[in-house]
């Protein structure tokens, strides 16, 4: 005993140790190693350095303090026990102890008992070194993996059959399941649940059915949506098929497949799931790109077929089974029928009784799809479900390769399935692409940046598949809602979220495992403040209007597109940027559920990618920057080409200062002063509605508790506040608002466009009709702008139509034609330009707004391009020359209904017509102002919608969801920064263009349109009260009546002010109306509407008071004349005048002295006499037809007048005062006849000339013929039109004045000269001085002649009185 005791590594157990199963690490119970030879060392084993073995591994199921169903705590975690190695070893110091001690025989003794020993240590036990079935066959699957599992059952007998025989069994972890199992004494069973889950998932039923041979090589694919492990069984459930269960070994091949392509970045790691890997190693944190769904889509289509399984459907394990058949495979299809179906219409809502509920099952389930999420500052759960992230494409489901699950990373990562585009037109066979892989390698992969335009063409992944599916739906059976191969266009199905996302986004976790704070996907969506980051998914179904009979109902594509273009930002990431669904190929058949899938990936080259707003703004103001220089290089352009073929003698030199001075100045004061009260009072708006986004963000996200809502109910009939109506409400309040700030400023407005310039005194009655003429016009004018407003509306309507943007171009054109025919019916509607300008303001403001629904930015630019076009051909063109083309073609008409005549009617009625002609032709006149003026006109409508479109384009963007016209433009938030930053860029570079087509309207039309504005801005200067619509007499009565009023304005600050704020009037109605019929929203059903509408009303008076006394403090608009008028204050007051009267006086005083020097009776009379030629040369351009025709009672009576002096002139030549009178002669039958045939004649030399005289102005020369001078050069005609009218009676012998034929007749037969003033002078300066030396020549014998004439007696009184008295008073002169 005593030598084993000494020599012996084992030694006997006690009983002791025995029992309380204590003896050492030995797994034999007798025997124990000896420690007084031995000494111990504990190992821990890591495989990452981090994490060992001796340390215990608790993690929670759930965030939640208990599980629901479980029986202990220790069930309710998941517990990896510390696990550690024990190395026991002979001391060195014993081993020599014992040799050096021992003799020879002992020696012997102990190496025989070491190897004994050694013996015994070695030997292999089955419980630790066994083969462990358990743990064999495992795979681990981190998150977002996908295997392709393929069995090769081709050898199978034939007798053996799927589900009798054998069965094919896949077991994930983590699971957790109930099962019921027997209890301890057999005699009954119990409920208990079992972590992991002892049963295997469910297989998909296209394997499981009947009809699908299991004799071939089936295909499978497991996609982990989560962290796990899983293990494939081919389980015996038949003993007769035991003696053939070798055949399944070595049946199955498994391929492992992970994103990697979307975002290639190095370095992206995370932990694993401790619940998969004991020590939580580090694995790659891949991202793909996420598919929002959310409640809104599913309102306005079916749900999808193919929504995740949630909760108690993934008890067996996060993963999506699905069916692999290839198209090639003659495997029949079976669809998931209800296996897929999603839960009804409540999907959105929580199946559980609480918010806790549902955060603890979220908890054990692992679950991503919920609406669980935590308050920051109570701390309780609330369920909100609204969207929800898939890792796949939602509604295409039941396809080849894929089953019910696609996702978009496994279709387009394949190398060996993505194809590029076939040969087309579009991509030819020598197409560069086509020398690159559709998926290059990484260090081929070429970016697109925003200095990359010279490279143009990225170098990314192109992929393109076509996959067979079939529809789910029961084609013949509709639903409530349309499906979505039942969805119009312009319909967003899903979004994207244009970057890739990872884990922790996925998931809604901070880490692999649960925690409190969880909110699904929904949680990383609900963090995302811009619409921007995601791209809608939108239908096109435009090649359905091709379907003969229609295709609204029952109408099906066979072929389903998928269009995802993206942005290889740089050469690791990818950024989708749009995505298209297209449907074509349609018919009827509801018998056929097949349809084929094709979905394009590709990246976007330079040019797509700046339609796309790809690049920072930096880039794009640049390139707003170039459109601005572009366009005004065309306007040079065109200036120079007009130019270089004016017909102007004396062509204005370009003029950029001068008119810059005039035009903008007015335009933006005004449109400052205007849009100011405007922009105060929409900002009072916004408080009311929308302040808690700035206020309370936090506290108050909804404003549930901001003003109104927290006061007041929604409805007269609700009781309390119901949060689901309280956006539409706020939305139909916000719209009440912008109503009422419409109608406030309409009153404003209409008392300013249609001022009362009556004096206070007694009303008598010519002052009572014009009072009621004015409350007549104010009336007509608001009833105008509202119903244009109303009109307005229904195009902003028209431009929510899907295919809008594909008809953008007609639609502009029509928009175009429509203003024309519109603005026709406004001008005879409200009888004045002046209040016509604001409401056709409105519409073109409309026009530009509509526009933003192009299908893209390029669309956009292009409609602005386009537009400018259009500008130049209206301003240039259309304007001026309208009532020339209306009369060519009022008098092609009138010569046809005269040629009607002439053959079937008498010659009455062609006298008849004749003179009805005569009478009504047009006025050719270009030296006219009204044409100036109504051009002018159009271009300050235009210039004020230029400065108010980023204006209204801030409010838009500022109500976004209240208006909710971006959104149905389909315009992202962040995108309408480019939008507002276009439309300020542009500004200057169109004020230029302006300027540079004002001066070829100069050269075109011959206008003096800087000396218009020049004038116009002296008289707005001279006003003689502030406000220039209260001046009375000021109307220029020469001018077109329905002009009178605008050029009283003289386009100065005030009559841009005053449009700008009726402008606004009219497109905050608009925008008002389409809230409230956005919202459904009842307005006398709203406690608040009262309230409302006092609080704008309040703000809009306070506004107005406000800005009105800062500017009189100021001294805006102050009239120049009373600082002139300096004198009349100083004689008024018996004081010296004050500092700021003698500051006026040194301002004034020389203006004043010049004012009087010029106004001196002797200068008036010696400019007069100094430019006397000029003037009489002058007269005929100034005495158009139409002032003759104004102003015919007052000429009469100053030439009258003048005649009278005349003849006073006359009988006063005689110095005798016995002056003879001379009575009329009586007139007798022949004199009569011969003084109605003078008057005949005179009668028609009058029309002839008339009707030839534009005739004879067109055929002015460029220089005279004479001395070649291109100054005030004038046109004659060689022969008379007395003399010219006798040829044509005697050519055509007819006394009947043909218009038409005369004017021919004229053309062949008259020759002009084109002749200058100063040679005009000349001429008859000569003809004087022969007319002179021949009545001194003749004064010799003038007695003779008199005598020698046959004169009666009174004319030879006559001669010798007027003789005599001329001859007196020359006499007189000379001494």
């Not at 790691?269 to 891949?286: A, I, L, T, Y």
């Not at 922790?504 to 880490?511: H, I």
């Not at 309408?976 to 075109?1004: G, R, S, T």
């Not at 409302?1092 to 008071?1105: D, N, W, Y």
């Amino acid at each position: 005993g005593l030598r084993k005791r000494i020599y012996s590594l084992f030694i006997a157990c006690s009983e002791d140790e025995n029992s309380g199963e204590s003896c050492g690490d030995i797994t034999t119970a007798a025997p124990k190693l000896n420690p007084c030879l031995t000494q111990r060392i504990i190992v821990d084993i890591s495989n990452n350095g981090e994490k060992f073995s001796g340390e215990t591994t608790i993690v929670p199921y759930s965030s939640q303090e208990s599980v629901s169903g479980a029986s202990s705590n220790e069930d309710s975690t998941h517990q990896v026990l510390s696990s550690h190695a024990v190395y026991e070893f002979v001391l060195q110091d014993s081993l020599d102890m014992l040799q050096l001690g021992s003799t020879v025989i002992e020696k012997k003794h102990l190496v025989s008992s070491f190897n004994s020993d050694a013996y015994l240590c070695r030997r292999s036990l089955v419980h630790e070194e066994g083969r462990r079935l358990e743990e064999e066959g495992w795979f681990e699957s981190p998150y977002m993996s996908r295997f392709h599992l393929s069995f090769d059952w081709r050898h199978l007998p034939s007798h053996l059959v799927y589900n009798e025989h054998y069965k094919l069994a896949i077991y994930v972890v983590p699971s957790r399941c109930h099962e019921s199992k027997c209890n301890e004494f057999s005699r009954g069973h119990s409920y208990k649940e079992n972590i992991p889950c002892l049963q295997p998932v469910e297989l998909p039923v296209w394997f499981t059915d009947e009809t699908v041979d299991k004799n071939q090589v089936i295909n499978m694919t497991l996609t982990s949506l989560d962290d796990s492990r899983f293990r494939v069984e081919i389980q015996i459930i038949n003993g007769l098929a035991l003696p053939v269960a070798s055949f399944f070994k070595r049946t199955m091949s498994v391929l492992m497949e992970r994103p990697q392509r979307a975002n290639t970045s190095p370095g992206m790691e995370r932990r694993m799931s401790p619940f998969v890997s004991w020590e939580e190693k580090g694995v790659d944190n891949p991202k793909i790109f996420g598919v929002r769904y959310d409640e809104g889509h599913s309102q306005k289509v079916s749900l999808p077929r193919n929504l995740p399984p949630r909760w108690k459907r993934f008890e067996r394990g996060r993963a999506l089974i699905g069916m692999n058949a290839t198209y090639e495979n003659s495997v029949p299809t079976i669809k998931d029928g209800n296996a897929s179906s999603p839960e009804g219409t409540d999907f959105w809502d929580n199946p559980y009784q609480s918010a806790k509920q549902a955060k603890l099952q979220s908890d054990i389930y692992f679950e991503t799809f919920h609406g669980v999420s935590q308050d920051g500052h109570s701390g309780s759960y609330k369920y909100e479900h609204g969207s929800l992230i898939l890792p796949y494409l939602p509604y295409f489901s039941n396809c080849r390769e894929f089953d019910s699950h696609v996702p978009l990373w496994a279709l387009v990562e394949s190398a060996t399935q993505c194809r590029l585009p076939g040969v087309t037109e579009e991509f030819p066979n020598d197409w560069w692409r086509r020398e690159i892989p559709p998926l290059p390698h990484q260090d081929d992969v070429k970016s697109i940046g925003p200095s990359d335009f010279m490279r143009f063409y990225p170098v990314a992944d192109w992929c393109e598949r076509n996959l067979h599916c079939n529809f789910e739906e029961d084609l013949p059976k509709p639903d409530v809602t349309p499906r979505w191969f039942e969805a119009e266009s312009g319909t967003v199905l899903f979004s994207m979220i244009r970057d890739p996302i990872d884990y922790y986004q996925y998931t809604g976790r901070e880490s692999s495992t649960v925690g409190k704070n969880d909110g699904g996907g929904q949680k990383f969506i609900d963090g995302i403040n811009t619409l921007q980051t995601f791209i809608p998914a939108k239908v096109d179904r435009s090649s359905a209007l091709n379907i003969e009979g229609g295709c609204a109902t029952a109408c099906f594509p066979r072929k389903v597109t998928v269009d995802i273009s993206y942005h290889q930002v740089d050469v690791y990431s990818k950024r989708i940027v749009q995505i298209n669904v297209l449907y074509d190929k349609f018919d009827k058949d509801v018998s056929n559920d097949n349809y084929e899938l094709k979905v394009n990936f590709y990246a976007l080259n330079y040019q797509e990618l700046v339609i796309k707003f790809a690049f920072s703004r930096g880039l794009f103001l640049l390139l707003f920057t170039q459109i601005g220089v572009g366009t005004v290089i065309a306007a040079f352009i065109y200036w120079a080409v007009v130019r270089l073929t004016t017909n102007l003698e004396r062509p204005p030199s370009l003029r950029i200062t001068g008119f810059l001075y005039l035009t903008f100045p007015p335009a933006l004061v005004g449109f400052t002063l205007g849009i100011l009260p405007i922009a105060i009072v929409t900002a009072a708006v916004f408080y009311l509605m929308k302040g808690y986004l700035v206020f309370t963000p936090d506290t108050d996200p909804e404003g549930r508790r901001w003003l109104f809502p927290s006061s007041t109910r929604l409805h007269y009939s609700d009781v309390s506040i119901d949060p689901d109506n309280l956006q539409a409400t706020r939305q139909g309040r916000t719209g009440l608002a912008f109503l009422t700030m419409a109608l406030i400023s309409f009153y404003f407005t209409t008392k300013m466009f249609v001022p009362n310039r009556s004096s206070s005194g007694d009303v008598t009655d010519q002052q009572g009709n014009a009072r009621a003429l004015i409350n007549w016009k104010r009336g007509n004018l608001i009833c105008s702008s509202v119903i244009m407003s109303l009109f307005l509306v229904i195009i902003v309507e028209w431009s929510f139509w899907g295919s809008f943007g594909t008809y953008i171009w007609e639609a502009i054109i029509g928009m175009k034609l429509l203003s024309i025919f519109v603005g026709s019916v406004v001008d005879k509607q409200l009888g004045e330009a002046l209040l016509s300008a604001p409401v056709m303001t409105s519409m073109g403001l409309v026009q530009g707004i509509v526009t933003m629904s192009a299908n893209d930015f390029m669309d956009f630019l292009l409609s602005y391009i386009v537009g400018f076009g259009f500008l130049i051909l209206e301003r240039m063109y259309v304007g001026p020359l309208q009532a020339e083309v209306f009369g060519w073609v009022y008098d092609a008409f009138n010569s046809g209904l005269e040629r009607l005549h002439s053959l079937f009617g008498s010659s009455q009625e062609k006298a008849t017509s004749g003179n009805l002609e005569d009478a009504s032709l047009p006025e050719e006149n270009n030296e006219t102002v009204e044409p100036l003026l109504g051009s002018y006109a159009s271009y300050s409508c235009d210039t004020l919608s230029l400065l108010y479109t980023p204006f209204i384009m801030l409010v838009i963007m500022a109500f976004r969801d209240e208006a909710e016209i971006t959104k149905l433009y389909g315009i992202k938030e962040d995108d309408m920064e480019y939008y507002v930053l276009f439309a300020l860029a542009i500004i200057p570079f169109q004020i230029i263009a302006d300027i540079l087509l004002h001066n070829a309207l100069e050269l075109l039309h011959g206008w003096k349109m800087h000396e218009y504005l020049e004038y116009c801005r002296v008289r707005f200067q001279q006003r003689e009260v502030w406000w220039k619509g209260l001046e009375t007499n000021t109307l220029d009565v020469c001018i077109e009546e329905s002009l009178q009023s605008m050029d009283q304005q003289c386009f100065s600050s005030q009559y841009y002010m005053l449009n700008t704020i009726h402008v606004s009037a009219m497109i905050y109605f608009v925008l008002g109306v389409e809230m409230m019929a956005r919202a459904k929203y009842t307005v006398f059903g709203d406690p608040a509407m009262f309230p409302i509408i006092a609080s704008i009303l309040l703000c809009s008076m306070g506004t107005k008071l406000l800005l009105t006394s800062i500017a009189r403090m100021f001294g805006l608009w102050r009239i120049k004349h009373e600082k002139r008028r300096w004198h009349s204050k100083v004689m008024s007051t018996e004081a010296n005048p004050n500092i700021e009267q003698w500051e006026d006086v040194q301002v004034d005083h020389d203006q004043h002295v010049m004012e009087q020097r010029i106004t001196d009776q002797t200068f008036r009379y010696k400019f007069l006499n100094y430019n006397r030629s000029w003037i009489l040369s002058q007269l005929p351009d100034m005495l158009t037809p139409r002032i003759t025709a104004n102003q015919r009672p007052y000429m009469i009576n100053q030439f009258a007048r003048i005649l009278g002096q005349v003849n006073g002139d006359i009988s006063s030549d005689s110095d005798s005062d016995d002056e003879q009178e001379f009575h009329s002669a009586p007139m007798t039958s022949s004199t009569r006849t011969l003084a109605r045939t003078w008057l005949m004649q005179a009668n028609r030399r009058l029309r002839l000339k008339k009707l030839v005289q534009p005739l004879i102005q067109q055929s002015k020369g460029t220089e005279c013929q004479i001395c070649l001078s291109r100054n005030l050069l004038q046109v004659e005609s060689l022969h008379s039109i007395e003399d010219i009218d006798e040829q044509f009676k005697s050519s055509y012998g007819s006394e009947e004045i043909d218009q038409v034929l005369f004017k021919r007749f004229w053309q062949r037969n008259q020759r002009y000269q084109t002749i200058c003033l100063p040679c005009i002078q000349r001429r008859n300066g000569k003809e004087k001085e022969q007319i002179i030396q021949g009545d001194l020549s003749s004064d010799e014998n003038s007695g003779d002649n008199l005598a020698s004439d046959d004169l009666t007696q009174s004319s030879e009184a006559i001669l010798a009185s007027w003789y005599a008295a001329a001859k007196s008073n020359v006499e007189r002169r000379l001494s």
